[in-house]
């Protein structure tokens, strides 16, 4: 687990400890527990995009998300994907 041992968990426990107070450490630990389903949670579901037209007025718009970009871009700043191929420079 990252390298520590069970040394090194006690005393980031004990310093803990000493900062926190015993009150505070349960609550902390409990708030940490959550935060950490939370993002679990949060990285299994995978939130669906609306398929369909995108808009039409507003300027360029990529392909695979429907989301606006620049007129320059090359890629798609939402969705990583490409929305026009690199030009090739005529000096290389």
């Given at each position: 687990?990252?390298?520590?041992?069970?040394?090194?968990?006690?005393?980031?426990?004990?310093?803990?400890?000493?900062?926190?107070?015993?009150?505070?450490?349960?609550?902390?630990?409990?708030?940490?527990?959550?935060?950490?389903?939370?993002?679990?949670?949060?990285?299994?579901?995978?939130?669906?995009?609306?398929?369909?037209?995108?808009?039409?007025?507003?300027?360029?718009?990529?392909p695979a998300c429907g989301k606006s970009h620049a007129a320059d871009?090359?890629?798609?700043?939402?969705?990583?994907?490409?929305?026009?191929?690199?030009?090739?420079?005529?000096?290389?």
């Amino acid at each position: 687990m990252f390298g520590l041992g069970m040394p090194e968990l006690l005393v980031i426990l004990v310093i803990g400890l000493l900062v926190f107070g015993a009150s505070k450490l349960p609550e902390i630990g409990s708030s940490l527990g959550k935060a950490i389903r939370g993002f679990k949670g949060a990285m299994e579901t995978k939130e669906e995009l609306p398929r369909g037209e995108p808009p039409k007025a507003g300027g360029p718009f990529c392909p695979a998300c429907g989301k606006s970009h620049a007129a320059d871009a090359t890629f798609c700043p939402h969705c990583g994907k490409a929305v026009r191929t690199p030009e090739k420079s005529a000096g290389a």
